[in-house]
């Protein structure tokens, strides 16, 4: 099915330590570039909309459930990040909790399967965004160097 609606605006990124997120772990030591102004500027110069049009194309959502995530301001709560060690953009996908019902988060969130749509595709989302900026908008090359004492599996 294709989604046929205007894309939200980028996130801004800030910095937030990725190990923070219960879906992110980063393994690194000390000092870490996470390279947010760099993503920052491929997703606002087109990898944000290619993506989205990517995403639109093969999305699940229908038009109803897409305008409840965007009236959330849940796409601008991405986040996206270099992960130097596995050689990756990472990212954190916003979703919608657990007790959407006891908070009322929105009032066109009626059952679990609209919640569990949205945050699926919403991880789907930025999936698409992640690959993207990989393949075609990072030039850099991971610094992580693996230590000279690793066994070899050959």
Not at 19 to 37: K, L
Not at 71 to 93: P, Q, S, T
Not at 96 to 115: C, F, K, M, N, S
Request: charged fraction near 35%; include cysteine; proline fraction near 7%.
């Amino acid at each position: 099915m294709t989604l046929e609606v205007e894309p939200p605006e980028p996130p801004e990124l800030n910095f937030v330590d990725p190990n923070e997120y219960e879906d992110a772990t980063i393994s690194a030591d000390g000092d870490v570039d996470y390279r947010r102004e760099e993503l920052q500027e491929f997703l606002e110069t087109g990898a944000w909309e290619e993506a989205f049009e990517e995403w639109c194309e093969d999305t699940d959502l229908e038009e109803r459930e897409y305008e409840i995530a965007r009236e959330m301001d849940l796409f601008a709560g991405f986040d996206f990040f270099w992960d130097d060690f596995a050689d990756r953009v990472g990212y954190h996908a916003p979703g919608i909790p657990e007790d959407w019902q006891a908070r009322e988060y929105h009032p066109g969130l009626d059952t679990w399967g609209t919640v569990s749509s949205i945050n699926a595709e919403l991880t789907e989302f930025g999936q698409i965004v992640s690959v993207i900026l990989k393949e075609e908008y990072i030039d850099w090359e991971a610094e992580y160097e693996p230590p000279e004492d690793l066994p070899d599996f050959d």
